[in-house]
């Protein structure tokens, strides 16, 4: 069964930068594609970005667009959520998730087998 940990959260002020790290054991990460997911306080769980097994499909929320950027190695079994020019608004528990698929160029963020317990960005002054 599939582990997924993430790391990188923590304390930036508003056009500050920083990566999480989504760490995966217990099998292949190559075999899933991968979603970002958030939850700021009082509002649901949105989907930020997701990665197809290989990397050649990549989305993207619109409010997040041009300025995080997801990656994957697949040999280090990590998937890399690089966040610059953060806003206040960005500020909740970053979730990976990710998805068994046999279809290498698919990504969602609808069908999520497997979660992480979540890493806090807090974007204040």
């Known amino acids: 069964q599939l582990q997924l940990v993430e790391s990188g959260g923590g304390l930036v002020q508003p056009g500050g930068s920083l990566r999480l790290s989504c760490a995966a054991s217990?099998?292949?990460?190559?075999?899933?594609?991968i979603g970002w997911f958030r939850q700021a306080p009082g509002k649901e769980r949105e989907g930020v970005s997701c990665i197809s097994r290989r990397g050649d499909t990549i989305k993207y929320v619109d409010s997040v667009k041009g300025r995080f950027t997801i990656s994957r190695d697949n040999a280090k079994n990590t998937v890399y959520l690089q966040m610059n020019s953060l806003k206040p608004e960005d500020t909740a528990v970053y979730y990976c998730?990710?998805?068994?698929?046999?279809?290498?160029?698919?990504?969602?963020?609808?069908?999520?087998?497997?979660w992480g317990k979540g890493t806090l960005v807090t974007v204040s002054s």
């Open positions: 998730a990710a998805e068994g698929t046999i279809l290498t160029r698919h990504c969602d963020y609808y069908t999520m087998d497997y």
């Open positions: 217990g099998s292949t990460l190559a075999n899933y594609a």
